[in-house]
């Protein structure tokens, strides 16, 4: 039984990889340099090329869905790490003990909450405020930084999308940090607050010396959650396709999202060339989460997630 979750694994990125070798044949390395998206024209016959069959002017790029996974995701732990943070100091430090149990429920709460239920919010709150208030406010106070002058289009994007996502990862930075701070020694803590230091000293001490592993490691999970979202983004993202971002206020579209939107209309494809890229969209993306995770699990695993810490 302790084998099963690694057989399930590799079945599932050799399932993943087969589908992919179409698509790995017919457009090699050009699939990590181009960004241009074109299933190509059904009507037509298709064409045999570098040895495989494909739809007439097909073409396949991810520049533009990794660069969109990549600024979502960054900007998600832009706000979720201070974020998280607070949280974690106020539930370790400031919270009385009869409370602390429920906040710390409170919080991995949200990790329990469907990204649909996210993205419909995102959608009927979070964009309107965005559109009327926020990133109009931003286009007129803040064009002096390169990427924030620009027209702003529906509230769907790159802001909304690093917002949802930070919301989502939130609880587990959050919860990583207050693990953390619970295996601190309780020496260590009254040392540091006999020797005068405030709350927000020994916090700010915990997190960038005693607890720093730990602190990485859970910034690292968050970031692999934030990298496979799928729903959530796909719902406040604007489903950018073949067209760069302008600015900050630009729709935007991520691998995951992709996959989600285009999968069935790519069975529609008698070549199943279309299934094939996405496939290989899909193992590209699969290969990254599974790198951040095993890092940030390697570098939290040898403190909190094996309730101690070793720094």
């Known amino acids: 039984m302790a084998i099963v979750p690694a057989f399930v694994l590799l079945s599932i990125v050799g399932f993943v990889f087969y589908y992919s070798i179409p698509a790995i044949k017919f457009m090699g390395i050009n699939f990590f340099t181009t960004f241009l998206w074109n299933p190509g024209i059904q ?4 064409e045999v090329v570098n040895g495989v069959l494909a739809p007439f002017g097909a073409s396949f790029g991810i520049l533009l869905f990794l660069l969109g996974t990549v600024v979502t995701s960054l900007l998600a732990l832009l706000i979720a790490f201070p974020l998280s943070f607070l949280l974690a100091l106020t539930i370790e430090l400031y919270t009385p003990l009869r409370l602390k149990r429920g906040l710390i429920s409170l919080v991995e709460l949200f990790a329990g909450i469907p990204s649909v239920v996210y993205g419909l919010w995102g959608i009927v709150v979070l964009e309107p405020v965005l559109l009327n208030s926020v990133e109009p406010w931003m286009s007129a106070n803040l064009s002096f930084i ?4 620009g027209e702003v289009y529906t509230g769907a994007g790159i802001i909304a999308s690093g917002i949802i ?3 989502m990862i939130a609880p587990i930075i959050t919860s990583v940090m207050v693990n953390s701070f619970d295996t601190a020694p309780e020496g260590i803590k009254r040392g540091i607050i006999s020797l ?3 709350k927000w000293e020994l916090g700010k ?8 592993s730990s602190t990485y490691g859970g910034t690292l999970l968050g970031l692999g959650r934030a990298l496979g979202e799928t729903m959530a983004v796909l719902m406040v993202s604007g489903g950018l396709v073949n067209v760069y ?3 900050i206020y630009s729709a935007i579209n991520t691998m995951a999202a992709h996959i989600a939107s285009y999968l069935d209309s790519a069975f529609f494809d008698s070549t199943g060339m279309n299934v094939a890229a996405l496939a290989y969209l899909g193992l590209v993306l699969m290969g990254i989460s599974l790198v951040v995770n095993i890092i940030g699990r390697k570098i939290a695993g040898r403190g909190v997630l094996r309730g101690y810490e070793s720094d």
């Open 196 to 198: 005068g230091a405030t």
């Open 245 to 247: 971002p302008g600015s």
């Open 43 to 46: 009507s037509k016959p298709p």
């Open 165 to 167: 996502l930070s919301i």
């Open 205 to 212: 001490y915990l997190i960038t010396n005693y607890s720093r």
């Open 146 to 149: 390169p990427g924030f002058s």
